[in-house]
Protein backbone atom coordinates (compact mmCIF):
# COMPACT_ATOMS: atom_id res chain seq x y z
CA UNK A 1 0.00 0.00 0.00
CA UNK A 2 1.67 3.59 -1.41
CA UNK A 3 1.42 5.96 1.72
CA UNK A 4 -0.92 8.46 -0.64
CA UNK A 5 -3.33 5.25 -0.71
CA UNK A 6 -4.09 5.52 3.32
CA UNK A 7 -6.61 7.06 4.73
CA UNK A 8 -7.46 5.07 8.02
CA UNK A 9 -4.38 3.26 9.99
CA UNK A 10 -5.59 0.95 12.98
CA UNK A 11 -3.06 -0.04 15.99
CA UNK A 12 -3.54 -3.48 17.47
CA UNK A 13 -0.83 -2.71 20.37
CA UNK A 14 -1.16 1.27 20.23
CA UNK A 15 0.19 2.27 23.75
CA UNK A 16 4.15 0.51 22.79
CA UNK A 17 6.94 3.19 22.94
CA UNK A 18 7.39 2.59 19.14
CA UNK A 19 3.75 2.08 18.00
CA UNK A 20 2.72 5.70 19.23
CA UNK A 21 5.43 7.29 17.77
CA UNK A 22 4.05 5.83 13.95
CA UNK A 23 0.50 6.61 15.59
CA UNK A 24 1.08 10.08 15.69
CA UNK A 25 2.90 10.54 12.35
CA UNK A 26 -0.40 9.48 11.13
CA UNK A 27 -2.52 11.48 13.61
CA UNK A 28 -0.48 14.74 12.24
CA UNK A 29 -1.34 13.80 8.65
CA UNK A 30 -4.93 14.22 8.82
CA UNK A 31 -6.30 10.46 8.95
CA UNK A 32 -8.39 8.48 10.63
CA UNK A 33 -6.01 6.60 13.62
CA UNK A 34 -7.53 3.96 16.24
CA UNK A 35 -6.36 1.24 17.63
CA UNK A 36 -6.45 -1.58 20.56
CA UNK A 37 -4.72 -2.15 23.61
CA UNK A 38 -4.27 -4.62 26.13
CA UNK A 39 -4.22 -2.30 28.97
CA UNK A 40 -4.80 2.19 29.57
CA UNK A 41 -1.30 3.77 30.15
CA UNK A 42 -0.33 7.52 30.02
CA UNK A 43 0.77 7.43 26.59
CA UNK A 44 -2.64 5.49 25.66
CA UNK A 45 -4.20 8.37 27.43
CA UNK A 46 -2.48 11.08 25.47
CA UNK A 47 -2.64 9.48 22.49
CA UNK A 48 -6.43 9.78 22.53
CA UNK A 49 -6.15 13.83 23.59
CA UNK A 50 -4.56 14.19 20.49
CA UNK A 51 -7.19 12.49 18.25
CA UNK A 52 -6.78 8.40 18.35
CA UNK A 53 -9.70 6.50 18.80
CA UNK A 54 -8.28 3.31 21.15
CA UNK A 55 -10.44 0.79 23.21
CA UNK A 56 -9.05 -1.59 26.01
CA UNK A 57 -11.29 -4.94 25.04
CA UNK A 58 -10.34 -7.46 22.05
CA UNK A 59 -13.50 -7.08 20.20
CA UNK A 60 -13.97 -6.96 16.41
CA UNK A 61 -17.19 -4.56 16.63
CA UNK A 62 -15.05 -1.68 18.74
CA UNK A 63 -13.25 -1.63 14.86
CA UNK A 64 -14.54 2.25 13.58
CA UNK A 65 -16.44 1.65 10.20
CA UNK A 66 -13.32 4.05 8.66
CA UNK A 67 -11.04 0.94 9.45
CA UNK A 68 -12.80 -1.20 7.97
CA UNK A 69 -12.07 -0.89 4.40
CA UNK A 70 -9.10 -3.12 3.01
CA UNK A 71 -8.62 -0.60 0.32
CA UNK A 72 -7.60 2.41 2.65
CA UNK A 73 -7.17 1.20 6.09
CA UNK A 74 -3.64 0.16 6.63
CA UNK A 75 -3.00 -2.45 10.10
CA UNK A 76 0.07 -1.81 11.92
CA UNK A 77 0.75 -4.67 14.94
CA UNK A 78 3.43 -5.37 17.60
CA UNK A 79 5.13 -8.70 17.14
CA UNK A 80 4.33 -9.11 21.05
CA UNK A 81 0.26 -9.86 20.04
CA UNK A 82 -0.72 -13.15 19.67
CA UNK A 83 -1.56 -14.68 15.62
CA UNK A 84 -5.09 -16.05 17.21
CA UNK A 85 -6.05 -12.44 18.62
CA UNK A 86 -9.56 -11.60 17.35
CA UNK A 87 -9.04 -8.34 15.51
CA UNK A 88 -5.69 -9.58 13.90
CA UNK A 89 -7.52 -12.36 12.67
CA UNK A 90 -10.63 -10.09 11.60
CA UNK A 91 -8.12 -8.03 9.23
CA UNK A 92 -6.40 -10.92 7.99
CA UNK A 93 -9.56 -12.69 6.68
CA UNK A 94 -10.44 -9.82 4.62
CA UNK A 95 -7.03 -9.51 3.06
CA UNK A 96 -6.19 -6.00 4.60
CA UNK A 97 -2.38 -4.75 4.19
CA UNK A 98 -1.35 -5.83 7.52
CA UNK A 99 2.31 -4.81 8.30
CA UNK A 100 5.06 -4.55 11.37
CA UNK A 101 6.04 -1.36 12.86
CA UNK A 102 9.35 -1.83 11.02
CA UNK A 103 7.63 -2.02 7.78
CA UNK A 104 6.00 0.91 8.12
CA UNK A 105 9.45 2.71 9.21
CA UNK A 106 10.92 1.01 6.12
CA UNK A 107 8.58 2.52 3.81
CA UNK A 108 9.30 6.20 5.07
CA UNK A 109 12.78 5.26 4.66
CA UNK A 110 12.39 5.04 0.94
CA UNK A 111 10.30 8.33 1.02
CA UNK A 112 12.43 10.17 2.85
CA UNK A 113 16.46 10.33 3.75
CA UNK A 114 16.26 7.56 6.75
CA UNK A 115 18.86 8.18 9.32
CA UNK A 116 18.78 5.55 11.44
CA UNK A 117 20.54 4.64 14.31
CA UNK A 118 21.17 0.93 15.12
CA UNK A 119 23.22 -1.16 17.97
CA UNK A 120 22.83 -3.02 21.35
CA UNK A 121 22.26 -0.20 23.29
CA UNK A 122 23.04 3.49 23.14
CA UNK A 123 20.60 4.39 19.91
CA UNK A 124 17.86 5.85 21.98
CA UNK A 125 20.12 8.25 23.10
CA UNK A 126 21.97 8.89 19.98
CA UNK A 127 19.30 9.14 17.80
CA UNK A 128 17.39 11.62 19.82
CA UNK A 129 20.80 13.53 20.11
CA UNK A 130 20.96 13.71 16.60
CA UNK A 131 17.18 14.47 16.10
CA UNK A 132 17.68 17.43 18.76
CA UNK A 133 20.03 18.52 16.52
CA UNK A 134 18.63 18.45 13.07
CA UNK A 135 14.99 19.81 14.97
CA UNK A 136 16.78 22.96 15.67
CA UNK A 137 18.92 23.42 12.81
CA UNK A 138 18.18 24.75 9.33
CA UNK A 139 17.34 21.65 7.86
CA UNK A 140 15.31 20.23 10.20
CA UNK A 141 13.51 16.23 10.65
CA UNK A 142 11.01 13.82 11.46
CA UNK A 143 12.18 11.39 14.01
CA UNK A 144 10.69 8.46 15.05
CA UNK A 145 12.42 7.69 18.87
CA UNK A 146 12.46 4.82 21.30
CA UNK A 147 12.25 6.98 24.27
CA UNK A 148 10.35 10.02 25.46
CA UNK A 149 12.55 13.25 24.58
CA UNK A 150 12.39 15.35 27.64
CA UNK A 151 13.12 18.32 25.26
CA UNK A 152 9.57 17.67 23.95
CA UNK A 153 7.89 15.92 25.94
CA UNK A 154 7.27 12.81 22.85
CA UNK A 155 8.66 9.92 20.70
CA UNK A 156 7.82 11.54 17.76
CA UNK A 157 9.00 14.93 15.85
CA UNK A 158 7.18 16.20 13.04
CA UNK A 159 7.91 18.88 10.10
CA UNK A 160 6.18 19.59 7.12
CA UNK A 161 8.95 20.69 5.32
CA UNK A 162 12.05 18.24 6.09
CA UNK A 163 13.56 15.55 3.49
CA UNK A 164 14.96 13.70 7.32
CA UNK A 165 13.56 11.42 9.13
CA UNK A 166 15.84 10.09 12.36
CA UNK A 167 14.87 6.70 13.15
CA UNK A 168 15.85 3.83 15.48
CA UNK A 169 16.97 0.94 14.11
CA UNK A 170 15.94 -2.18 16.13
CA UNK A 171 17.51 -5.39 15.87
CA UNK A 172 14.66 -7.39 18.30
CA UNK A 173 13.28 -10.15 15.46
CA UNK A 174 15.20 -8.42 12.84
CA UNK A 175 12.92 -5.13 12.52
CA UNK A 176 15.73 -3.19 11.50
CA UNK A 177 15.99 -5.38 8.00
CA UNK A 178 12.76 -3.28 6.47
CA UNK A 179 14.78 -0.09 6.60
CA UNK A 180 16.83 1.45 3.50
CA UNK A 181 19.01 3.63 5.66
CA UNK A 182 20.39 6.64 3.82
CA UNK A 183 23.10 7.14 6.77
CA UNK A 184 23.43 4.91 10.02
CA UNK A 185 25.24 4.43 13.29
CA UNK A 186 25.75 1.55 14.65
CA UNK A 187 26.71 2.04 18.26
CA UNK A 188 27.36 -1.35 19.51
CA UNK A 189 26.63 -5.39 18.52
CA UNK A 190 27.69 -7.27 22.01
CA UNK A 191 24.81 -9.95 21.38
CA UNK A 192 21.64 -9.55 22.63
CA UNK A 193 18.02 -11.19 21.74
CA UNK A 194 19.66 -14.98 21.67
CA UNK A 195 16.10 -15.76 22.11
CA UNK A 196 15.47 -14.75 18.32
CA UNK A 197 18.70 -14.94 17.22
CA UNK A 198 20.10 -18.40 18.83
CA UNK A 199 23.91 -17.72 18.37
CA UNK A 200 26.41 -14.95 18.50
CA UNK A 201 27.17 -15.55 15.32
CA UNK A 202 23.63 -14.88 13.84
CA UNK A 203 23.26 -11.87 15.57
CA UNK A 204 26.71 -10.05 14.29
CA UNK A 205 24.95 -11.60 10.88
CA UNK A 206 22.05 -9.77 10.92
CA UNK A 207 23.89 -6.45 11.48
CA UNK A 208 26.58 -7.54 8.52
CA UNK A 209 23.12 -7.83 6.52
CA UNK A 210 22.08 -4.24 7.59
CA UNK A 211 24.71 -2.63 6.39
CA UNK A 212 23.85 -4.08 3.02
CA UNK A 213 20.82 -1.98 3.14
CA UNK A 214 22.43 1.44 3.19
CA UNK A 215 21.13 3.49 0.20
CA UNK A 216 24.03 4.14 -2.97
CA UNK A 217 25.13 7.91 -1.63
CA UNK A 218 25.05 7.19 1.97
CA UNK A 219 27.26 6.42 4.92
CA UNK A 220 27.72 3.89 7.57
CA UNK A 221 29.29 5.52 10.91
CA UNK A 222 30.59 2.68 12.85
CA UNK A 223 31.74 2.04 16.73
CA UNK A 224 35.37 1.16 16.68
CA UNK A 225 36.34 -2.38 16.97
CA UNK A 226 33.09 -3.66 17.08
CA UNK A 227 33.37 -7.29 15.94
CA UNK A 228 30.40 -7.10 12.99
CA UNK A 229 32.23 -6.94 9.19
CA UNK A 230 30.05 -4.20 7.57
CA UNK A 231 29.55 -5.18 3.77
CA UNK A 232 28.47 -1.99 2.18
CA UNK A 233 27.84 -1.25 -1.80
CA UNK A 234 30.90 0.60 -3.39
CA UNK A 235 29.00 3.99 -3.45
CA UNK A 236 28.47 4.04 0.67
CA UNK A 237 30.71 5.89 2.55
CA UNK A 238 32.39 4.48 5.77
CA UNK A 239 33.97 6.19 9.21
CA UNK A 240 34.43 4.91 12.72
CA UNK A 241 33.89 6.54 15.90
CA UNK A 242 34.13 6.65 19.54
CA UNK A 243 35.10 8.68 22.41
CA UNK A 244 38.98 8.57 22.22
CA UNK A 245 39.70 7.53 18.27
CA UNK A 246 38.15 7.15 15.05
CA UNK A 247 37.51 9.13 12.14
CA UNK A 248 35.19 11.40 14.71
CA UNK A 249 36.06 11.26 18.16
CA UNK A 250 36.92 13.65 21.05
CA UNK A 251 39.71 15.43 22.81
CA UNK A 252 40.56 17.58 25.50
CA UNK A 253 37.29 16.53 27.61
CA UNK A 254 36.73 18.33 30.87
CA UNK A 255 35.03 17.23 33.66
CA UNK A 256 34.69 20.53 35.92
CA UNK A 257 31.63 21.43 38.45
CA UNK A 258 29.28 19.38 37.31
CA UNK A 259 29.60 20.35 33.57
CA UNK A 260 31.55 18.10 30.47
CA UNK A 261 33.21 19.85 27.43
CA UNK A 262 34.63 18.63 24.62
CA UNK A 263 36.46 19.30 21.21
CA UNK A 264 34.64 17.45 18.49
CA UNK A 265 37.51 15.98 16.13
CA UNK A 266 36.17 15.12 12.52
CA UNK A 267 36.88 14.82 9.10
CA UNK A 268 34.97 17.70 7.84
CA UNK A 269 35.81 20.48 10.32
CA UNK A 270 37.08 20.39 13.83
CA UNK A 271 34.54 22.12 16.49
CA UNK A 272 35.80 23.32 19.83
CA UNK A 273 34.52 23.82 23.08
CA UNK A 274 30.98 21.49 22.55
CA UNK A 275 29.16 21.36 26.07
CA UNK A 276 27.15 18.97 26.75
CA UNK A 277 23.40 19.83 27.75
CA UNK A 278 23.22 16.51 29.88
CA UNK A 279 26.76 16.19 31.29
CA UNK A 280 27.48 12.58 31.76
CA UNK A 281 30.59 11.01 30.69
CA UNK A 282 29.03 8.43 28.47
CA UNK A 283 27.45 10.95 26.29
CA UNK A 284 30.29 12.33 25.02
CA UNK A 285 30.40 8.87 22.74
CA UNK A 286 27.08 9.28 21.95
CA UNK A 287 27.44 13.02 21.04
CA UNK A 288 30.08 12.27 18.61
CA UNK A 289 27.97 10.25 16.83
CA UNK A 290 25.39 12.50 16.78
CA UNK A 291 26.99 14.86 16.11
CA UNK A 292 28.48 13.40 13.45
CA UNK A 293 25.56 12.06 11.44
CA UNK A 294 24.57 16.15 11.84
CA UNK A 295 27.62 16.91 10.34
CA UNK A 296 27.45 15.05 7.60
CA UNK A 297 23.96 15.83 6.75
CA UNK A 298 24.77 19.71 6.62
CA UNK A 299 24.40 21.21 10.42
CA UNK A 300 26.79 23.83 10.92
CA UNK A 301 29.28 23.99 13.87
CA UNK A 302 26.72 26.70 15.45
CA UNK A 303 23.61 24.53 15.28
CA UNK A 304 25.86 21.46 16.05
CA UNK A 305 27.39 22.84 19.59
CA UNK A 306 23.80 24.52 20.21
CA UNK A 307 21.91 21.39 19.72
CA UNK A 308 24.68 19.76 22.14
CA UNK A 309 24.05 22.22 24.16
CA UNK A 310 20.38 22.54 25.03
CA UNK A 311 20.06 18.97 24.79
CA UNK A 312 18.12 17.57 27.95
CA UNK A 313 18.17 13.56 27.84
CA UNK A 314 15.62 11.24 27.44
CA UNK A 315 13.28 9.12 30.31
CA UNK A 316 14.45 6.77 32.03
CA UNK A 317 17.82 7.00 30.01
CA UNK A 318 20.33 8.26 33.28
CA UNK A 319 17.32 10.52 33.83
CA UNK A 320 18.15 12.43 37.19
CA UNK A 321 15.62 12.60 39.49
CA UNK A 322 17.04 14.08 42.68
CA UNK A 323 20.46 15.87 42.54
CA UNK A 324 22.04 17.12 45.34
CA UNK A 325 24.95 17.49 47.97
CA UNK A 326 23.11 14.98 50.03
CA UNK A 327 21.05 12.38 47.53
CA UNK A 328 21.41 11.44 44.14
CA UNK A 329 18.66 9.52 42.47
CA UNK A 330 18.37 8.44 38.71
CA UNK A 331 16.24 5.80 36.50
CA UNK A 332 18.09 4.05 34.00
CA UNK A 333 16.72 1.90 31.10
CA UNK A 334 20.06 -0.32 31.32
CA UNK A 335 19.02 -3.70 30.29
CA UNK A 336 22.12 -5.58 29.15
CA UNK A 337 25.54 -6.34 31.09
CA UNK A 338 27.76 -4.05 28.56
CA UNK A 339 24.74 -1.36 30.02
CA UNK A 340 24.96 -1.65 32.94
CA UNK A 341 28.68 -1.46 32.59
CA UNK A 342 28.83 2.18 31.20
CA UNK A 343 26.36 3.24 33.49
CA UNK A 344 28.41 1.83 36.69
CA UNK A 345 31.47 3.63 34.99
CA UNK A 346 30.07 6.89 34.52
CA UNK A 347 28.39 7.05 37.72
CA UNK A 348 31.83 6.55 39.00
CA UNK A 349 33.20 9.21 36.92
CA UNK A 350 31.24 11.87 38.26
CA UNK A 351 30.85 10.82 42.34
CA UNK A 352 34.07 9.10 42.65
CA UNK A 353 34.20 9.58 46.38
CA UNK A 354 30.08 8.50 47.38
CA UNK A 355 28.64 5.09 47.70
CA UNK A 356 26.66 3.97 45.08
CA UNK A 357 23.72 1.85 45.35
CA UNK A 358 21.97 0.06 42.68
CA UNK A 359 18.41 -1.60 42.58
CA UNK A 360 18.16 -3.70 39.41
CA UNK A 361 15.08 -5.36 38.31
CA UNK A 362 16.41 -8.06 35.35
CA UNK A 363 14.35 -8.23 32.22
CA UNK A 364 13.86 -11.46 30.94
CA UNK A 365 14.55 -15.12 31.25
CA UNK A 366 16.20 -15.79 28.41
CA UNK A 367 18.63 -13.06 28.87
CA UNK A 368 18.77 -13.73 32.79
CA UNK A 369 19.83 -17.85 31.58
CA UNK A 370 22.67 -16.58 28.74
CA UNK A 371 24.24 -13.68 30.76
CA UNK A 372 23.74 -14.21 34.57
CA UNK A 373 27.52 -14.35 34.74
CA UNK A 374 28.00 -11.24 32.73
CA UNK A 375 25.31 -9.09 34.78
CA UNK A 376 27.18 -10.34 38.12
CA UNK A 377 30.40 -8.58 37.09
CA UNK A 378 28.58 -5.49 35.72
CA UNK A 379 26.80 -5.13 38.91
CA UNK A 380 29.29 -5.72 41.07
CA UNK A 381 31.08 -2.06 40.08
CA UNK A 382 28.40 -0.47 42.05
CA UNK A 383 28.86 -0.13 45.85
CA UNK A 384 25.75 -2.11 46.80
CA UNK A 385 23.33 -4.06 44.68
CA UNK A 386 19.64 -4.59 45.18
CA UNK A 387 17.91 -7.54 43.24
CA UNK A 388 14.56 -7.91 42.51
CA UNK A 389 12.69 -11.06 40.55
CA UNK A 390 12.86 -11.29 36.91
CA UNK A 391 10.22 -8.82 34.64
CA UNK A 392 8.88 -11.38 32.26
CA UNK A 393 7.47 -8.77 30.05
CA UNK A 394 6.32 -11.51 26.80
CA UNK A 395 8.16 -14.90 27.95
CA UNK A 396 7.03 -17.65 30.43
CA UNK A 397 9.45 -18.90 33.37
CA UNK A 398 12.39 -21.08 32.61
CA UNK A 399 12.97 -23.65 35.68
CA UNK A 400 16.19 -23.51 37.46
CA UNK A 401 16.39 -19.24 36.40
CA UNK A 402 16.10 -16.76 38.74
CA UNK A 403 17.66 -13.46 39.96
CA UNK A 404 19.78 -15.73 42.72
CA UNK A 405 22.05 -16.56 39.76
CA UNK A 406 23.56 -13.20 39.02
CA UNK A 407 23.14 -12.65 43.05
CA UNK A 408 25.43 -15.88 43.70
CA UNK A 409 28.17 -14.46 41.02
CA UNK A 410 28.56 -11.28 42.49
CA UNK A 411 31.87 -10.25 43.69
CA UNK A 412 32.96 -11.94 46.97
CA UNK A 413 32.42 -9.42 49.76
CA UNK A 414 29.95 -6.76 48.37
CA UNK A 415 27.17 -5.57 49.61
CA UNK A 416 23.61 -7.26 48.75
CA UNK A 417 20.53 -8.24 49.07
CA UNK A 418 17.03 -9.93 47.28
CA UNK A 419 14.09 -8.12 47.80
CA UNK A 420 10.52 -9.03 46.18
CA UNK A 421 9.43 -5.79 43.64
CA UNK A 422 6.44 -5.19 45.92
CA UNK A 423 8.98 -4.08 48.89
CA UNK A 424 11.33 -1.53 47.21
CA UNK A 425 9.05 1.05 48.36
CA UNK A 426 9.11 0.07 52.15
CA UNK A 427 13.04 -1.00 51.79
CA UNK A 428 14.12 2.51 50.40
CA UNK A 429 12.11 4.29 53.23
CA UNK A 430 14.06 1.82 55.64
CA UNK A 431 17.43 3.40 54.66
CA UNK A 432 19.21 6.55 53.99
CA UNK A 433 20.91 6.20 50.45
CA UNK A 434 23.57 8.69 48.89
CA UNK A 435 23.68 7.77 45.36
CA UNK A 436 20.65 5.64 44.49
CA UNK A 437 20.18 4.20 40.46
CA UNK A 438 17.23 2.17 39.54
CA UNK A 439 17.98 0.14 36.93
CA UNK A 440 16.28 -1.98 34.04
CA UNK A 441 13.73 -1.92 31.19
CA UNK A 442 10.97 -3.96 33.16
CA UNK A 443 8.20 -2.04 35.64
CA UNK A 444 10.39 -1.18 38.58
CA UNK A 445 11.05 2.32 37.38
CA UNK A 446 7.30 3.19 38.09
CA UNK A 447 8.04 3.64 41.32
CA UNK A 448 10.57 6.23 40.95
CA UNK A 449 8.26 8.85 41.55
CA UNK A 450 7.14 7.28 44.98
CA UNK A 451 10.92 6.82 45.87
CA UNK A 452 11.58 10.44 44.83
CA UNK A 453 8.81 11.44 47.57
CA UNK A 454 10.34 9.39 50.02
CA UNK A 455 14.38 10.43 49.31
CA UNK A 456 12.96 14.87 49.36
CA UNK A 457 10.80 13.57 52.63
CA UNK A 458 13.74 12.78 54.53
CA UNK A 459 15.90 15.89 53.53
CA UNK A 460 13.42 17.71 55.25
Known amino acids: ?165 VIEADEFDRSFHWLRPWMTVITATDPDHLDIYGTKEAYLESFRHYTE ?98 YHGVERRFDFKIRNQRHVLLSDYGHHPKEIMTSARSLRELYPDRKITVIFQPHLYTRTRDFYKDFAEALSMFDEVILTEIYPAREQPIPGVTSELIYDNLRPGIEKQMIKKDDVLNFVKSRDFDVLEILGAGNLDDYVPQIAKLIEQKEK
Open 213 to 310: LIQPGGALIIHTGLEVKPNVGPDVRTYTYSRNEGDFHAENVRIEKGEITFDFVSPLGNIANVQLGQPIPINVENGVAAMAMAQLNGCTAEEIKYGMET
Open 1 to 165: MELKDIKAVYFIGAGGIGMSAIARYFINRGLVVAGYDKTPSALTSQLEKEGMLIHYEENVDEIPHACRDPKSCLVVYTPAIPAEHKELCYFRERNFTIEKRAQVLGTLTRTHKGLCFAGTHGKTTTSTMCAHIMHQSHLDCNAFLGGISKNYGTNYILSNQSDFV
